[in-house]
């Protein structure tokens, strides 16, 4: 099965609609990079996407980190600063489409965006 990880900052405490548009952003560029039969499998069994949550800048960048390792596709997104936060501000991770286990083994421990 095929599945795409989208990893929010909670420590920027973002409002709702900013958290929203930072994990769209990150599920839009890591899917710009998939490799075009990844895409269509995982488009073809319902695009499946889970948000999970860390707490700090270093954690996320340390799951990008295992995910560049793993050859895992990954987009970090940075905030263009235009409302909420300062300009560069790193928020989200997006991960994927790729294997289930293969995200779950870096991603399995975090926990889901409440």
Do not use: F
Not at 6 to 11: H, L
Not at 30 to 55: I, M, P, R, Y
């Amino acid at each position: 099965m095929l599945k795409q990880v989208i990893v929010i900052r909670a420590d920027l405490k973002m409002g709702k609609g900013k958290i929203a548009a930072q994990a769209a952003h990150a599920s839009y560029s890591a899917t710009k990079k998939a490799d075009k039969k990844v895409l269509v499998s995982w488009e073809n069994a319902g695009q499946k996407k889970v948000v999970l949550k860390v707490n700090s800048e270093e954690a996320l960048l340390d799951v990008e980190k295992k995910c560049k390792a793993k050859k895992i596709l990954c987009a970090l997104i940075m905030d263009a600063g235009r409302t909420q936060l300062e300009p560069g501000t790193v928020t989200a991770l997006g991960i994927g489409p790729d294997k289930e286990e293969k995200i779950d083994e870096i991603t399995g421990e975090l926990s889901l965006l409440g």
